[in-house]
């Protein structure tokens, strides 16, 4: 019996315990009203900046470039800025954004979020573009490797066919 007793308590400690697998909660994104005027009015023109053909962004600039440097301004030149596309837009709207980020006048403060959020963004962007520059240089380095190689290869089958023309030794004539 008191064998039987020391298997059963050898077999339990053998057993494995089941393990309790962690419950995953997703929390739903969560959603920010707008309720002051002079954001909800920034969202809707950067949304309309986007829409800008390249002469209404030029047109937007020297229009902007007249008004004060009031927080709200800056947030709008660094918008217009960021959809120019040129080399170095991206990091000229972010230098613009930069003092908003940290301003202390009430005004600049309700706007620091935003100027964050669009800095992060627009650094993003520059990640990007800077992958995309890299694999596209990649990619010319690639192609002018292919084109050497294509030529090797048409000189080899080149020689190939001179020496299949060439009569061979001791032949008739």
Known sequence: MAG??????????????????????Q???RVVLVTDPQLSELLAYQNSVRLMTPSELAKAQADLAKAD??????????MLQASVHGPG????????????????GKE?????????LLSSHYAEL???EDSIDKLNTQLREAQRRIDQLNEKLEALKNIERSLSVRPAVGAPK
């Open 89 to 104: 837009d991206l990091a000229r709207a972010q230098a613009l954004l930069e003092p908003l980020a940290t301003a202390t």
């Open 4 to 25: 039987m007793a020391a298997c059963a308590v050898l077999l339990g400690a053998c057993a494995t315990k089941p393990t309790q697998t962690p419950v995953l909660v």
């Open 69 to 78: 440097s009031a927080p709200h301004n800056t947030l709008r030149r660094a």
């Open 126 to 128: 520059r990640r990007q």
């Open 108 to 116: 600049a403060q309700l706007l620091a979020p935003l100027a964050q």
């Open 27 to 29: 929390t739903p994104p």
